[in-house]
């Protein structure tokens, strides 16, 4: 499986969401990631997903199993999650829902706390 059937698939899950608006960003010589005005490391999905409390604004880097994350994309995602934004890297559509439930844990512990 390629990493590009992956992001279809993870695509195809963020769809079936009400609470998530989502892009795929583009690509190549006339997508985001060739403008001087995209930050380095950029994710593959961004987003926002509503939690109990708020949108939040999610970053979702896509690998295939196994493929090596860059030093800009792992700086990226902790810089984004550090900030109070869901960023992570995932492997499959398991890797999405599993980020996901474990926000939606978090938000129900902040509105009972």
């Given at each position: 499986m390629t990493e590009s059937d992956i992001k279809r698939q993870i695509c195809d899950y963020l769809n079936t969401l009400p609470s998530c608006v989502f892009t795929l960003t583009p690509r190549g010589r006339r997508g985001l990631q060739?403008?001087?005005?995209?930050?380095?490391?950029?994710p593959d999905i961004t987003g926002f997903i509503k939690t109990t409390v708020q949108a939040i604004p999610l970053f979702i880097e896509v690998k295939k199993p196994g493929g090596a994350i860059s030093k800009p994309q792992h700086d990226f995602i902790l810089r984004a999650h550090l900030m109070g934004a869901l960023a992570f890297i995932a492997e499959n559509v398991d890797d999405v829902q599993k980020a996901l439930s474990s926000l939606s844990h978090r938000a129900v512990r902040k509105v009972t706390s």
């Amino acid at each position: 499986m390629t990493e590009s059937d992956i992001k279809r698939q993870i695509c195809d899950y963020l769809n079936t969401l009400p609470s998530c608006v989502f892009t795929l960003t583009p690509r190549g010589r006339r997508g985001l990631q060739s403008s001087k005005y995209c930050q380095p490391g950029w994710p593959d999905i961004t987003g926002f997903i509503k939690t109990t409390v708020q949108a939040i604004p999610l970053f979702i880097e896509v690998k295939k199993p196994g493929g090596a994350i860059s030093k800009p994309q792992h700086d990226f995602i902790l810089r984004a999650h550090l900030m109070g934004a869901l960023a992570f890297i995932a492997e499959n559509v398991d890797d999405v829902q599993k980020a996901l439930s474990s926000l939606s844990h978090r938000a129900v512990r902040k509105v009972t706390s």
